[in-house]
């Protein structure tokens, strides 16, 4: 999926095509790139010398527009903030998550909003309180939410750390696992495993982290950590500085 635009790109500067570019390839001796800030994930002592690490580089998706007038009608003409529930992009068999997140809105007598481009895995009949949509940007969703629950992507995760609000995650692969886990340790997240997901399991693990003490306090301090950030021009200033050097 990727070698085609990466080596047309490499083609063009006269450089030899690479294959399998998220394995061996990957790990540059040069410079190596984290897009996530240090108080989300210290560099540990075997990372390699020449990792750098700048920020989240918040994104809303390639076609990224406002939200539907629909959603801004429910947000803003019906009630209290919602619960946002997302299985992810690349989730393929999401119907479980969203039945068990209608189930829970129910239980909680919250409102929902379920997001998924698969817009098959939503379900086909939801109560007035919860609406479906097949996408929302989340810069401009998610400071009008109550909480998200997602599946532990740190392009979810970083978005709701920036808005300020909870997050209860259901990891399931890859550095889903290690985000829930630094999510957690940062005060404003909880774990739920895929295999407890259902109704109740959800709408208590929602109940018991937004009844937490100091939870206002760490989404706000965690939300004041994106103020003075700048990843993008970071980023780029990093990668021409080892392009020059």
Not at 8 to 34: D, K, M, Y
Not at 150 to 159: E, F
Not at 206 to 215: F, I, N, V
Request: charged content about 20%; proline content about 9%; some cysteine.
């Amino acid at each position: 999926m990727l070698c085609h635009g990466l080596n047309e790109v490499r083609q063009e500067l006269g450089l030899a095509p690479v294959r399998r570019p998220l394995h061996q390839w990957l790990h540059s001796p040069t410079r190596v790139i984290g897009l996530f800030p240090e108080w989300f994930a210290a560099p540990a002592a075997d990372w390699p010398e020449q990792v750098r690490l700048t920020g989240f580089p918040l994104y809303d998706g390639p076609n990224a527009h406002r939200l539907a007038p629909d959603l801004v009608h429910f947000l803003f003409d019906q009630g209290d903030p919602p619960i946002v529930f997302t299985a992810g992009t690349a989730q393929s068999h999401g119907k479980e998550f969203f039945r068990a997140a209608v189930e829970a809105c129910l239980r909680l007598r919250a409102r929902g909003v379920l997001v998924s481009a698969a817009t098959e895995q939503l379900p086909a009949d939801t109560p007035p309180s919860v609406r479906a949509f097949a996408y929302a940007p989340f810069s401009e969703l998610l400071p009008r939410a109550k909480a998200i629950v997602h599946h532990g992507g740190i392009g979810t995760a970083a978005q709701a750390l920036k808005a300020g609000i909870a997050q209860v995650v259901v990891p399931l692969a890859y550095d889903q696992p290690d985000n829930a886990a630094r999510l957690r340790q940062l005060g404003v997240a909880s774990i739920l495993s895929p295999r407890r997901l259902d109704g109740a399991h959800l709408a208590r693990t929602l109940r018991g982290l937004l009844a937490t003490p100091d939870l206002p306090a760490k989404l706000l301090e965690t939300a004041r950590r994106f103020e003075q950030a700048s990843p993008i021009d970071d980023t780029c200033r990093l990668i021409e500085e080892a392009a020059a050097g």
